[in-house]
């Protein structure tokens, strides 16, 4: 229980802390707003079944305030539909990286010796190979319809990065005096990595998550806009991809329909990296003046 | 004889976000021709500061608010406002008349560059010498410091250990012959062996090149071994200043008296070593009066009240304190 | 440097020169020889394997897709094998080394839709495109991103470096696809600046390809707009990895003590800030030098620029997997030899670096 309380002070100290720095807190609205809109929205608002052909790539009225598309089916709608998807496998990849990132990353800080070289060969190779490439060529053979799937494949692309910098900054906790002691008295890895070093990382495993999240978005977007990912149902970037393809970009009249899931992958991915970046200068005051 | 640098009302401040530290305050002090002056104090009293205010190297936070910086090449040569030169005269003024060996001499020289292309640009920005003079000016110097010339010249600053930077660092502040060379804490980083040939190489380098010398230390010791005067700064002020048997012999300020009565001798009693109370104050919210009375022994209450100025205890002793008689 | 001449001199030189490299460095540069060696046996294992074994196995689906159009078993075998250059009826590790050996030589196998057409000669013939394209933009985005980040982090805290940094944030966080997708829309459908035939393709049908002024003019119309594209969104990311560079460059002792010699400001600000703030961002100039060779798939793919990029996505929508395979190895051993590049320019630059690597 104590725990508990002591990670909601933790947590109230942050938010009032971010409540201060402008460009985090704007950040932290949008995305709020953006999971609000993808998970309450669909229950007020369903979806369009059937395609209405009178009104094919209408411009924004009251009725369609973002306009409609090839299929005469309302814009705004199919944002609010086409969130939860992306939410999803952004989130859990985001964790699954991480995870992965941080416990490979400090036990081969913490560990050294052969598993440690062994570990930073395997990081230098896998930063070699060319990961959209080999992303994209792996969807086509597994036919990913499955969130979980592509998160998880998206994770096991996207952990080395991120395991270089933990093993980075272990290295340097390693350094510190209270580790150094905790080591000297024989406290037992798992206290040390646990107890020690982690609570001294929290800051930068949370914004390393964000930044893998924008990374997971990057990819399956792209995925989906090469149609390589028969995600099935609404998805933004399923309606990019489509109205790129039927051509959407080359009529004036289709604005809306274009506009819409640009602006809604844009504002996500720029309403998380304000939400790391405000994080950052939160977490590191040095940043704020930066000298 | 006129003095080499003249330093009058020197103030200097930093600008941070909880107001303005009063790094350096109304510092009026000569360096003479060819002497060695010691700065001591704790560290956050505001000697570097002054180092680096001669050099006018300070940070861009920091501010200049008065005072005057008069430098002399010679007894014959007019006398320059350092603090009114323009950028062009200012980068032709340093190291070329005042040069400055740095705390960390590990980290002084560009670790992509040879030794050789650092003392090539710093010859080349004054015009100096260049190709194979420059060289045998080098060597020259490198002799002076007791290095190697061959080993040091075509190196890296990694391939080379802590004291051998040091002393190139010094070969290579004496290049332009400055008149003056400031030395800020040159030996902290190196171990005791090291400090002491550092110090060797210095004193033997005053007698062959005249130059003044102003040694920033809080190490008493090495300051003691190395200075013709002592120069005793508390909280951005000089509060006592006098050749160096008077200061160490017959302090009279409680301040100095506590700096040399906190370091150990050989001959000394262990008792008889005791250390300051207290801290160093807090530079952007000084005590009132004398800042040091909050750790004195001897603190009166018109310390309390009024701050003193240096004044004449004996020929060439000035102290800054109340109750100097008494000491 | 004119010795006596010896009957052997050529050789002695050479020798004499090879003795000349003392023997740390001698050792680094075969370490990277034998890092790159593996990594690229390592990829290419591993893209065997992954291909032959996965569960939606494409050499099976081709074998079946050819049963289905009604060819014989033995025949539909033979014919995926020739595709692949490989036997399929072999053993699997008796496959895998007959696939490195045509690797060695040079035989990346055969496309399954253009048949018969060697996959290294469609890549050949793509090569250039990308590599003009994608590998200009990013020579420029880097020199772009390094001036920028220079001039924000002397200049930090005012309106130049918060305009600058906010913006080269944004646009690192934007995919470089939203990106290129407005700007056609603006560009091309709202304000009718550009012709769309201009943003599809790398020149305009009827234009004979040869040193004549209208192909090239026509080429770098074609050109423009995704090189913008690619600049807008990578120069972000440059400026900012060397905005953190500079400022922590200006902290060091060694820039203060270089004003306090009296150098020149433009002599510190290349000799020292710019040099040694810059050396991290070498290596990374270097891996992407590699991956301009793969070119960028979705950009490439949104202008129809016929380059690498295109190549590996129309072979993704067609299930081409020999084609996938070769851009996927061809791309990779691009990466690693870059790498090996930056191994090796790094050590040059930075002499610290190989006393370091030895230390490891």
Sequence with gaps: MTTVRAFLIELGKTLKLLARNRVAFFGLIVLVTLIFLSYIGPLIWP??????????????????????????????????????????????????????????????????????????????????????????????????????????????????????????????????????????????TPHIIFREIMPNMMSYIAISLIFAMTGAIYQQTGLVFLGLVPLSGANWGVMLSLAYNRGAIYTVDALGNVLAPVGAIALLQLSLVWLARGLEEVFNPRLRTSV | MT???????????????????????????????????????????????????????????????????LYRRDAASDALEVLKLNDAALRAFRWKHVAMVFQSALNSFNPVLRISDQFADTAHAHGYLRGNLLAARAAQLFTLVRLDPERVWRAFPHELSGGMRQRVMIALALLLEPQLLILDEPTTALDVLTQRNIIDVLKELRHKLNFALLFI??????????????????????????????????????????????????????????????????????????????????????????????????????????????? | MTTTVAPLGVDRTWLARLKRIPLDDLRYLVRSVLKSLFTIWLVTTLIFFVIRLMPGNPVDIFVQDLLLKGLAYEDAQTQAASMLGVRLDRPLHEQYFEFLGNLAQGDLGKSYISRNVPVSQMIVQRLPWSIFSIGTALLISFALGILLGMIVAYKRNSWIDHLLTNLAAAMDALPSYLIAILLILLLCTVFKVIPVTMTRGAVSPGIPPGFSIDFFVDVLQHYALLAFVYILSRTGSWMLTMKSSTMST???????????????????????????????????LALSIGFVVGGSVIIESIFVYPGIGLLLSQALYSRDYPVMQGVFLVTTIAVVLSNFVADLLYGWLDPRIRIAGEAK
């Design chain 1, 47 to 188: 979806a369009e079944t059937k395609s209405n052909l009178a009104a094919i790539y209408q411009g924004p009225s009251w009725q369609h305030p973002l306009g409609t598309d090839f299929q005469g089916q309302d814009n705004l709608r199919q944002v609010i539909h086409g969130g939860r998807v992306i939410l999803e496998i952004a989130f859990i990849t985001g964790i699954l990286t991480t995870l992965i990132a941080v416990t490979l990353g400090s036990l081969s800080a913490f560990l050294g010796g052969a598993f440690d070289s062994v570990m930073t060969e395997l990081i230098n190779v896998w930063l070699t190979i060319p990961q959209f490439p080999l992303l994209a060529i792996l969807a086509t053979m597994l036919k990913v319809s499955d969130v979980w799937l592509l998160a998880i494949i998206l994770a096991l692309l996207d952990w080395p990065g991120l395991a270089r910098q933990v093993r980075a900054q272990v290295l340097s906790l390693k350094q510190r005096d209270y580790v150094e002691a905790a080591i000297t008295l024989d406290l037992g």
């Design chain 2, 3 to 69: 003095p080499t640098l003249s330093i009058q009302n020197l103030t200097i401040e930093y600008a941070v976000r909880r107001g303005a530290v009063q790094a350096v305050r109304n510092i009026s002090f000569d360096i003479r021709r060819g002497e060695v002056l010691s700065l001591i104090g704790e560290s956050g009293s505001g000697k570097t500061t002054f180092g680096l205010g001669v050099m006018r190297l300070l940070p861009t936070m920091a501010r200049v608010r008065q005072g005057s910086l």
């Design chain 2, 217 to 327: 230390s809080h190490d008493l010791s090495l300051a003691a071994d190395l200075a013709d005067r002592v120069a005793t700064m508390y909280a951005g002020k000089l509060v006592e200043i006098g050749d160096v048997f008077t200061i160490f012999q017959s302090p009279r300020h409680p301040y100095t008296t506590g700096l040399i009565r906190a370091v150990p001798t050989l001959t000394s009693d262990r008792k008889d070593l005791t250390s300051i109370p207290g801290s160093p104050p807090d530079l952007i919210d000084l005590p009132s009066g004398c800042k040091f009375h909050p750790r004195c022994p001897l603190a009166s209450a018109r310390c309390k009240s009024e701050e003193p100025e240096l004044e004449d205890a004996a020929a060439g002793h000035q102290v800054a304190c109340w109750n100097w008689r008494a000491i």
């Design chain 3, 250 to 284: 200006l902290g060091e002792d060694y820039v203060t003590a270089a004003s306090a010699r009296g150098l020149s400001e433009g002599r510190i600000i290349t000799a020292y800030v710019g040099r040694n703030a810059s050396l991290p961002l070498v290596t990374r």
